[in-house]
T-cell receptor, first 107, second 116 residues
Framework: RKEVEQDPGPFNVPEGATVAFNCTYS??????FFWYRQDCRKEPKLLMS???SGNEDGRFTAQLNRASQYISLLIRDSKLSDSATYLC????????FGIGTKLQVIP | GAVVSQHPSWVICKSGTSVKIECRSL??????MFWYRQFPKQSLMLMAT?????????EQGVEKDKFLINHASLTLSTLTVTSAHPEDSSFYIC????????????FGSGTRLTVV
C-alpha cells in the first residue's frame, strides 16, 4: 500500500465551482501534512500546511482527519488560474507525496 | 520566505558520465534535505534523505553507489548521478526542511537530466 494515496483525476470543473480533494495516508505516526501545487514542468510550491484544527487561507481550506487518516483540500470559487496538479504530502521524519490530483478549471 | 537554489536547471550528458546537482538553502540552515525524482506523469518519489554531517538514508530500491549524496554543510547538499544511463533521465528535485518559525519544506526549482 502506498504511504500517501490520492485520486489522480483529472477533475474538470467550471469557473466558480467548489471542488474538494481527499488524500489518505497509511502511516499513523505521520505528523506533518501539506498540500502543494505543481504546475506543468515546474517544482512543487507549498500551498498550505495542514493542522489538526483545520486551516483556511482565502478560498482554500485544509482539514486533517486523524481517525480516518486522511487530509482534504477544499477550493471555493475556482479560478482559471487554479488549474494545476495538487499534491498532498505527509509523513514522520520524511515527507512522502501522493501522485497528485490534476485540476482543470474551465471557463 | 525560505529559498532553495538548485543547479543546474537542466543538463544533457552522455551515457557513462557523472552529473552533479547542487541544492542550497539560501536564507536558512537545513540540517535535513531530501532528494526526489519525478518521471513524466508520475509522483515525486523520495530517493534519499540527506543529513548534514552523516550518511544519507536511501529509500528501498535506490542504489546508494549510483546516487551519491553529500551534505557537508548546513546549506549545501549535492546529488551525483554516477555512470548515468538513459533510464536515469528524469526530473530531480531537492527539498530542504526549514525548522524555523515557518516550519515546512521548500523545494528547489528542479533539474531536468537527459542522458543520451
Amino acid at each position: 500500500r502506498k504511504e500517501v494515496e490520492q485520486d489522480p483525476g483529472p477533475f474538470n470543473v467550471p469557473e466558480g465551482a467548489t471542488v474538494a480533494f481527499n488524500c489518505t495516508y497509511s502511516n499513523s505516526a505521520s505528523q506533518s501534512f501539506f498540500w502543494y501545487r505543481q504546475d506543468c514542468r515546474k517544482e512543487p510550491k507549498l500551498l498550505m500546511s495542514v493542522y489538526s484544527s483545520g486551516n483556511e487561507d482565502g478560498r482554500f481550506t485544509a482539514q486533517l482527519n486523524r481517525a480516518s487518516q486522511y487530509i482534504s483540500l477544499l477550493i471555493r470559487d475556482s479560478k482559471l488560474s487554479d488549474s494545476a496538479t495538487y499534491l498532498c504530502a505527509g509523513g514522520y521524519q520524511k515527507v512522502t507525496f501522493g501522485i497528485g490530483t490534476k485540476l482543470q478549471v474551465i471557463p | 520566505g525560505a529559498v532553495v537554489s538548485q543547479h543546474p536547471s537542466w543538463v544533457i550528458c552522455k551515457s557513462g558520465t557523472s552529473v552533479k546537482i547542487e541544492c542550497r538553502s539560501l536564507d536558512f540552515q537545513a540540517t535535513t534535505m531530501f532528494w526526489y525524482r519525478q518521471f513524466p506523469k508520475q509522483s515525486l518519489m523520495l530517493m534519499a534523505t540527506s543529513n548534514e554531517g552523516s550518511k544519507a538514508t536511501y529509500e528501498q530500491g535506490v542504489e546508494k553507489d549510483k546516487f551519491l549524496i553529500n551534505h557537508a554543510s548546513l546549506t549545501l547538499s549535492t546529488l551525483t548521478v554516477t555512470s548515468a544511463h538513459p533510464e536515469d533521465s528524469s526530473f530531480y528535485i531537492c527539498s530542504a526542511e526549514d525548522r524555523g518559525p515557518d516550519y515546512g519544506y521548500t523545494f528547489g526549482s528542479g533539474t531536468r537530466l537527459t542522458v543520451v
